[in-house]
Nanobody, 115 residues
């Protein structure tokens, strides 16, 4: 089992920045990739960023150049630095941990960008 706890969401004006955190605990040795997703009201959940063990990071076209995924192995935490935020970035953001057998999800954190 892997437990994920997100934090760092909030209300920010367009052009501002936020940093989301996703702290992992439990059987983290089984994780081979961490992902950030988001879901806006009335829309499907979409992939935002991916970080694999030893592999490249991948970003959705809509966030390239503005968002950065990173991790601190000592803290078992993955981050999503979000700069130049736009109103269309408003969504609930979820982190997900991928293992060979299962995908674990956090509870989500709300990000609201005002125009």
């Amino acid at each position: 089992q892997v437990q994920l706890v997100e934090s760092g969401g909030g209300l920010v004006q367009a052009g501002g920045s936020l940093r989301l955190s996703c702290a992992a605990s439990g059987s983290i040795f089984s994780i081979n990739a961490m992902r950030w997703y988001r879901q806006a009201p009335g829309k499907q959940r979409e992939l935002v960023a991916v970080m694999t063990n030893g592999g490249p990071t991948i970003y959705a076209d809509s966030v390239k150049g503005r968002f950065t995924i990173s991790r601190d192995n000592a803290k078992n935490t993955v981050y999503l630095q979000m700069n130049s935020l736009k109103p269309e970035d408003t969504a609930v953001y979820y982190c997900a941990a991928w293992s060979p057998e299962y995908v674990y999800w956090g509870q989500g954190t709300q990000v609201t960008v005002s125009s």
